[in-house]
């Protein structure tokens, strides 16, 4: 069965702390990989993306993501975090035209 | 370009009462999603619609929800009678994929239902 694990539920960082966010999914077949954000009070908005090529994608806002096959991840990263990331963050695989969403992490970050 | 706009934004209802939400996709969007997102989880696929058909609607609790996407491009999901475990946040989502072509979905602001 298909699924999408995010590991953290509720993540607290200071401002200029790095950051990353797990993600493991289960699939099998081919599978494309993002992350969605949803700052707090507006619509879920697309982070990054990765259908095929380099594993490692950058997103807009600093933020990038690693494919790794090997361990089914696709964690996200930012080097450092401003008080305006905060907000949840969903990982999300697309298996034949159908979205797949994790449980989501809410990044609180404190100025 | 407009995003996906849904309506209404807040609906508070009583059980056993029928509710209505209204999604109108990015247009040239073929692809259109519903998802229901409870508190705390992640949003979870009720129906897909490619065009006018419902492609997999596996998810859907068809004893009381039913949706439509009449000539391709607005769709409405409707419960009927609403029960308090329908609380929670609906969103439509549309894309230019297929089951050939992949691409990322575009997500609506939702509409937040309260049964009471």
Do not use: M
């Amino acid at each position: 069965a298909q699924s999408v694990s995010q590991h953290n539920h509720h993540v607290i960082l200071s401002e200029a702390a790095s950051l990353e966010l797990g993600c493991n999914y289960s699939y099998g077949g081919t599978v494309n990989l993002f992350w969605y954000v949803q700052y707090p009070g507006q619509h879920l908005q697309l982070l990054l993306k990765y259908f095929s090529g380099d594993p490692l994608v950058k997103g807009i806002k600093g933020f990038e993501a690693e494919f790794i096959k090997s361990k089914f991840s696709f964690n996200l990263r930012k080097p450092s975090v401003q008080w305006s990331d905060t907000a949840e963050y969903f990982c999300a695989i697309d298996g034949f035209n159908k979205f797949y969403f994790g449980s989501g992490t809410k990044l609180n970050v404190k100025p | 370009e407009a995003g996906v706009v849904q309506s209404p934004r807040y609906k508070i209802i009583e059980k056993k009462q029928p509710v209505a939400f209204w999604c109108n996709p990015i247009s040239g969007h073929n692809t259109l999603y519903w998802y229901r997102q409870n508190l705390g989880q992640g949003p979870e696929l009720l129906i897909r619609y490619e065009n006018e058909e419902a492609v997999d609607d596996s998810q859907l609790p068809k004893d009381r929800f039913s949706a439509e996407r009449l000539k391709g491009v607005d769709s409405t999901l409707k419960i009927q009678p609403a029960e308090l475990g329908d609380s929670a946040v609906y969103l439509c989502a549309s894309s230019l994929g297929s089951r050939r072509r992949h691409t990322e979905a575009f997500f609506g602001q939702g509409t937040r239902l309260t049964v009471v």
